[in-house]
């Protein structure tokens, strides 16, 4: 259920970016849509899940500010889980069982971005960017040892890195594919676990809106 919430309100953040930009009849508006493969890094790939997720997706509302700069919103869903084998763990009351350990993580991030074409404004075909963004993720956390397990939900700071490149459909376009990567930091402390950071590779396309 808190899944389908989690994905349910990305999609509510899209729409209402992209109606906001409709009613202010914003020019040079950019809409870029991702497909996005998660890999856990650090703790978060040591202590949790260190499986990679097929199942993201991201977008961005660029506003041009002019041909090298832009500034917007970004959002996503990113859905990690891995159930590891039979183990013997030892619980917080100092007990030993036998049980099979299943963790899941979905994290949905809310943040402002800027992003810089150092070859904007130029006949290069291919556009590489640089970007930068922060706010936070909403992260569903539950983890099950056998039978008994719970769940919580919190929001935590988060700073992202990315860069790639732009390719157009044709030479005089302004829709085209993106191939690029991020580097997310996710701020989390509870249970005794670390930050939840991760590199997404991406793939999609950009469009402008108007």
Do not use: C
């Not at 996503?76 to 350990?101: C, I, M, N």
């Not at 376009?173 to 402390?189: D, L, P, Q």
């Not at 005794?192 to 793939?203: E, T």
Request: aromatic share 14%.
């Amino acid at each position: 259920m808190k899944k389908n919430i989690s994905l349910a309100l990305s999609i509510i953040v899209f729409s209402a970016m992209a109606f906001t930009a409709n009613a202010q009849q914003k020019s040079k508006v950019q809409l870029n849509l991702n497909y996005n493969y998660g890999l856990p890094m650090g703790s978060f790939k040591n202590d949790i899940i260190s499986d990679g997720s097929a199942r993201g997706f991201s977008g961005d509302l660029m506003f041009g500010i002019n041909k090298k700069f832009a500034a917007g919103l970004s959002s996503g869903f990113q859905d990690f889980y891995q159930k590891y084998p039979r183990d013997v763990y030892t619980t917080g009351d100092h007990e030993v069982t036998s049980a099979v350990l299943s963790n899941s993580i979905q994290t949905v991030p809310l943040l402002a971005k800027g992003s810089y074409m150092p070859l904007g404004g130029t006949k290069s075909f291919i556009q590489p960017y640089v970007s930068l963004g922060a706010g936070i993720s909403l992260v569903d956390f539950r983890q099950y040892l056998g039978e008994f397990g719970g769940s919580t939900s919190s929001g935590n700071f988060t700073a992202q890195g990315g860069a790639g490149i732009m390719i157009p459909f044709d030479k005089k376009g302004t829709s085209g594919f993106n191939i690029g990567a991020t580097y997310n930091y996710v701020a989390y402390k509870k249970f005794g676990y670390g930050n939840l950071n991760s590199i997404a590779f991406q793939a999609g396309v950009h469009f402008p809106l108007k």
